[in-house]
C-alpha cells in the first residue's frame, strides 16, 4: 500500500534540500515513489503558486492568499496526489495542508476551524501519512532562505521571506503546535544540524514507511 508524505518547516528549515537528498537514496533502493510540492505539483497550481509567493503581490489580503491556497491544493490532490496513491506509487511532498493552518491560521491570524474546513474540501479529505517537519531557529531558516534566494537567477520567490520576524515565530509555534497535537502522524527532526545528520535521520524515520515496516512502530 501506498504511503503519503509530507514535509513541513518554516523558510530554510531545509526540507527541499533533504528531500532531494531522501529521493536520491530511494531511487537507488528501487523504491517507486513521486516527489511533488505545494503550492504547485501540476501546471494549474505552479500558476497559483507564482502569484503566492511574487513579493510583488504584496497587496494580497490573507483571505484571498487562504483561498488561493485551497484552490491548488484541490488542483493538486486530484490531478497528482490520489492518482499516484491509487496506482501504488508513494508520494513524499514538500508541504501540505499544515502549512496552511501554520502560515494562515497560525501566521497570519485566520480562523483555524475555518482553515480545517477548507483544507478538507481541498484535500476530500485526504491526510498525510507521515509528516516529517524539520525544525530550526527562525533566524537560522530565514539566512538560509534569504541567501538561497539572492543566488537563484529566476523567479525571486520571496513573499514570505520578507515577513516580520515575528510572523515567522508565530509560523514555528503553530507546527510544533501541530505536532504536539498529533504526535502519532508527526516525527520531528532537528533541522539545525550538518546535512548528512539530518539526512539519516530523516531516513530512519521515513524508510519503514515506504517498506512495509512501520506497523508497531
Not at 536520491?24 to 502569484?51: M, Q, S, W
Not at 510583488?56 to 489580503?61: D, I, T
Request: proline share 4%; with cysteine; charged share 25%.
Amino acid at each position: 500500500m501506498a504511503s503519503f508524505i509530507t514535509f513541513e518547516g518554516i523558510e530554510g528549515c531545509g526540507k527541499t534540500t533533504q528531500l532531494r537528498r531522501l529521493a536520491e537514496r530511494l531511487t537507488a533502493a528501487g523504491i517507486p515513489f513521486i516527489v511533488t510540492r505545494e503550492p504547485g505539483g501540476c501546471p494549474i497550481a505552479d500558476e497559483i503558486r507564482g502569484i503566492l509567493l511574487d513579493a510583488k503581490n504584496s497587496a494580497l489580503v490573507p483571505e484571498a492568499e487562504l483561498l488561493l491556497y485551497a484552490a491548488a491544493r484541490t488542483q493538486h490532490v486530484q490531478e497528482v496526489v490520489r492518482p499516484a496513491l491509487a496506482a501504488g506509487t508513494h508520494v513524499l511532498c514538500d508541504r501540505f495542508f499544515d502549512a496552511t493552518v501554520a502560515y494562515q491560521g497560525y501566521g497570519r491570524g485566520l480562523d483555524l476551524q475555518l482553515i480545517r474546513q477548507l483544507n478538507d474540501i481541498a484535500t476530500g479529505g485526504l491526510a498525510p501519512d507521515l509528516t516529517i517537519l524539520l525544525d530550526c531557529p527562525v533566524e537560522t531558516g530565514l539566512d538560509r532562505a534569504l541567501a538561497r534566494i539572492n543566488a537563484t537567477s529566476g523567479q525571486r520567490e520571496e513573499r514570505f521571506e520578507l515577513e516580520s520576524i515575528e510572523f515567522h515565530r508565530r509560523v514555528r509555534d503553530g507546527y510544533l503546535a501541530l505536532a504536539a497535537a498529533e504526535p502519532a502522524r508527526f516525527r520531528i527532526v532537528d533541522g539545525n544540524r550538518v546535512i548528512e545528520e539530518i539526512e539519516d535521520d530523516l531516513t530512519t524515520a521515513v524508510l519503514p514507511w515506504l517498506t512495509g515496516r512501520h506497523h508497531g512502530i
